[in-house]
């Protein structure tokens, strides 16, 4: 049997699950960033990614995003709500992008699965 004959196609009914990176720009965001990284830690479903966008920290949101398995890139032009997200996308890798400021957190653990879910 070659590895093609052992892996099922994918179908309409059995189709890969989707990739989620999520996004969360932030900006001296330290107070704010824990209760919002221990909710995606929380969710059934979890995020293939997380990606912090650093808008201009002096503090040590960019380490919480990383101690929480994050990875964090930096935005140096003047803030721009639409060009941040469009520059945190353009370095996103999963099928799924789920955008969040660095002050809001997921309060019921399903809420990824069933985002996942519906697209």
Request: one cysteine or more; proline letters at 8%.
């Amino acid at each position: 049997m070659t590895s093609a004959e052992s892996k099922p196609p994918a179908s309409s009914a059995n189709p890969p699950r989707a990739t989620l990176d999520v996004v969360i720009r932030f900006k001296n965001s330290a107070a704010t960033l824990p209760p919002v990284l221990t909710a995606l830690a929380a969710q059934t479903l979890r995020p293939d990614r997380i990606l912090g966008v650093d808008t201009g920290s002096g503090d040590r949101s960019a380490e919480l995003i990383r101690q929480a398995g994050g990875d964090v890139i930096r935005w140096d032009a003047p803030y721009s709500h639409p060009k941040v997200l469009n520059f945190a996308v353009r370095h996103c890798t999963g099928t799924l992008v789920l955008a969040l400021s660095s002050h809001t957190s997921l309060t019921d653990p399903e809420t990824l699965a069933r985002l996942v879910a519906a697209m």
